[in-house]
């Protein structure tokens, strides 16, 4: 049905409130890349040129522990004595706030820069959404007809398009979200703005890096019913595993923050990812999208034993890095644990296409972590890369069962009566 052309907005009315849209986007997208290069500037001093001045490499056992245990420290440090303490715990925030004030970002931007150049298995979601959002609402907070709501949701899309290299990302997450809002309006008429943030933060973003996901994987190419049947498995038992890390996360967060003081359990969650790294290696650090393309360049390399530790790693990885109080996103190190699940599907499944595997091993890990069926489709989908169409209407049959080991499964979230109120912290800094 048809929205009646009264309710409408107007052209210009869009057209005027699209070009702060597309400033959010760009800022957005130019602030995520401005952090990216800090942490690429360090990064390598971590990993590369200090290690060299001990006789060590990047793959030195001890000095993965080093690194993630001082690693742990200083962030623990930040979060406890510096102004702002870093905002609240991303445990206890969703992708769209809440958000911190702003006297928090820089303690935030700090934390999460030691983060990705430290290999902590966080990704760079909720902490730099927050600093996008607070920014846009402060600079642009005065502008007519653009309420602070408004002004967050467009950085949130703004960045959603910049983190993944396209706005189709943000189309998907909105949909819903903005279907139901007060704005005036048809659907695409409340979806006008957030697109074109979102397309602006893209765009940004695919002239200054390229695709984040995308692995250019061969085409899935016809889907046989017993490659379909195998494939629904998968990514049914990636969902389930993801269900299984979920329901233990509160026990694993409540047992960190019963230290606390934030430099304890943080410092305490670096040493135990300082031991898992030296288990698993380098593959098995950092936020995951440099390491899932490494994964499936080499999968030829690795037996069905060393894919299940790699993924067994890497989720208590993420368990301990997100319930330590160490600041980040659990998409991105979902894609690899949903990658190395995929793999071993395959490898236990002769036949079966390598891609398709992976694909629903994604999108099943990605689907109980994220709980929106239209990030994990469209994860699933840039991770191939192929453009593959006929892959993505088989996706949308197999998210169909996978959802329904999800659907009534606790969120990835810790709420407020979860929670410790940290020794020197405030309970909430939002």
Sequence with gaps: MSTPASASPGV???????????????????????????????????????????GATESTPWWIFTVLTVTGALIGAVVWLVPGHAGPDSATTELDGPFPKLMALPSLALVLVLSLAGGVSLGPENPIL??????????????????????????????????????????????????????????????????????????????????????GMAPVGQVQPYDLLMATVIAMLAAAIGVLMIWVF????????ALRNPLLFTLLGGVVLGVLGMIGGPITLFKGAEQTGELLKNAGHYSTGQLAAIAGIKIVALLVAAGAGFRGGRIFPS?????????????????????????????????????????????????????????????????LPTWLVVTKAPGMLIKPKEQFAPAGVRAKTS
């Design 12 to 54: 210009r009315l869009l057209i005027l409130a699209a070009i702060p849209a597309v400033l959010i986007g760009i800022g957005s997208a130019l602030i995520l890349k401005g952090v990216y290069l800090l942490s690429d500037l360090l990064e390598p001093v971590l990993w590369q040129t200090l290690p060299k001045v001990f």
């Design 130 to 215: 927050a600093i996008n959002a607070v920014l846009a609402m402060t600079l642009l907070g005065r502008l007519k007809r653009m309420p602070p709501a408004l002004l967050s949701t467009l950085a949130v899309a703004g960045t959603i398009g910049a983190l993944f290299g396209t706005p189709v990302a943000a189309a998907l997450v909105f949909t819903g979200a903005v279907a139901g809002s007060k704005l005036p309006g048809s659907l695409w008429d409340k979806l006008f703005l957030p697109l074109a943030a979102a397309a602006a933060g893209s765009g940004t973003t695919l002239l200054l890096d390229g695709p984040v996901f995308s692995m």
């Design 250 to 257: 509160p026990f694993v967060h409540r047992g960190f923050h």
């Design 335 to 399: 894609v690899f644990i949903g990658t190395a699940l995929g793999m071993l599907g395959a490898a236990l499944v002769p036949g079966l296409p390598l891609p398709l595997a992976v694909a629903c091993g994604v999108m099943g890990f990605v689907l109980a972590v994220a709980r929106d069926g239209w990030i994990a489709l469209f994860i699933a989908v840039a991770v191939l890369g192929t453009g593959d169409v006929a892959v993505l209407a088989t996706l949308c049959v197999i998210i």
